[in-house]
């Protein structure tokens, strides 16, 4: 770990960017969220690959997502590198973004995300990172193969085939596998990506990612047996209703004037219906007995209108946004470091995880 030496203040936009400036040592982290994974971390650990054509670094980060267990001790004695750990249970959605950014204050020019369980095979990282290796991609996710995975039952794969075509439109991407947690980014989409979603990561970045324009590719996997049920999913109706929360509100973000223009011309649509209906009416002279279909269509006429102007202060309010996180990319740009993500050479990261939702 201490030979992994890297050229500060040198920050490329992309790997690409390499081919013309002095070839720099490639620091590859991979990032492991745990929360009470203290029985099977160990193997996770020892299987991942610590040596990779083309990356003259490897280590490991384990973000401990306040485990009631040993799970950091076990992450140190196994041999992971650096170690987060959070005060209190935060979610994973929370831990995913902490790592990013401890990863990118260690330095890393390309970072892994993959999951304690051992869900996905270690042996495929290199294949996820060829892409970005070749400068083809920015973002590459693995690719389980849902819609015949072995392991799903025939409704979670055509949930997840569906959700998947979902997010694909809503990002303008044609990612098989959208809700795999199984993914490697280069050091710039990391500092671009911000993640606001309590529930998962997975789809939020995706959309995101897409709306930022990134070279963004799928590579197929190999999976494990599930050793466990998933704990971010706690059945199939709370998957499809945080899910759906998830999509239109990033949608929404990154898209309001269309997404309210729409429904806003819905209403008008609507709207003309009945106003239309009651015309009809009214130069048949039998208008007077017909009056709730005008104030019906009238109403609905000035609600799609209204909705039409809300979408226009949400776009000036999304403009607002996009200079925010300009700014917040240029601050970690600068510093790398989390303010509120405090280390010393004796002891892990240690990070005070923020009030839950509602709390």
């Not at 490329?12 to 400036?21: D, F, Y």
């Not at 280069?186 to 979603?197: C, G, M, P, Q």
């Not at 499809?240 to 004037?257: D, E, F, G, H, Q």
């Not at 007995?289 to 202060?313: C, E, K, P, Y």
Request: include cysteine; charged fraction near 20%.
């Amino acid at each position: 770990m201490q030979d992994c030496i890297r050229a500060h203040g040198i920050l490329l936009a992309t790997l690409v960017n390499r081919k013309t400036r002095p070839k720099l040592p490639m620091k590859l982290i991979i990032q492991i969220p745990c929360y009470n994974e203290a029985e099977v971390l160990p193997t996770t650990l020892r299987n991942l690959p610590r040596q990779i054509e083309g990356i003259d670094c490897v280590e490991v980060l384990v973000i401990d997502d306040g485990s009631t267990d040993n799970t950091a001790e076990v992450a140190r004695l196994s041999g992971a590198d650096h170690i987060v750990r959070l005060k209190r249970h935060a979610g994973l959605a929370e831990a995913f973004k902490i790592g990013l950014d401890a990863s990118l204050r260690l330095g890393a020019d390309i970072i892994v995300n993959t999951d304690a369980d051992e869900q996905y095979k270690p042996e495929d990282i290199p294949a996820l990172i060829a892409p970005i290796l070749r400068g083809e991609a920015e973002l590459v996710i693995g690719d389980r193969g849902v819609a015949e995975h072995p392991h799903f039952s025939p409704l979670k794969r055509r949930l997840q085939a569906w959700g998947s075509r979902v997010v694909s439109q809503a990002a303008g991407l044609t990612i098989p596998d959208a809700t795999s947690g199984f993914r490697a980014m280069t050091r710039e989409v990391a500092l671009r990506t911000n993640v606001l979603s309590h529930y998962s990561y997975t789809l939020e970045t995706l959309i995101q990612a897409g709306n930022h324009r990134f070279a963004i590719t799928s590579v197929p996997i190999r999976t494990n047996p599930p050793r466990r049920p998933s704990r971010l999913m706690r059945g199939i109706g709370d998957y499809l209703l945080n899910s759906t929360v998830t999509i239109v509100r990033a949608y929404t973000m990154y898209r309001p004037l269309r997404v309210f223009t729409t429904i806003g011309l819905g209403l008008i649509a609507l709207g003309l219906v009945p106003l239309v209906r009651f015309l009809v009416f009214y130069f048949q002279g039998r208008g007077s007995g017909n009056i709730q279909s005008l104030i019906l269509g009238a109403v609905l006429l000035i609600v799609g209108f209204q909705t039409i102007l809300i979408g226009l202060v949400a776009d000036l309010i999304n403009f607002n946004r996009k200079l925010l996180e300009e700014i917040l990319y240029r601050v970690r740009l600068q510093t790398n470091t989390p303010p509120n993500l405090k280390t010393d050479d004796a002891s892990p990261l240690t990070h005070k995880s923020p009030p839950a939702p509602g709390v």
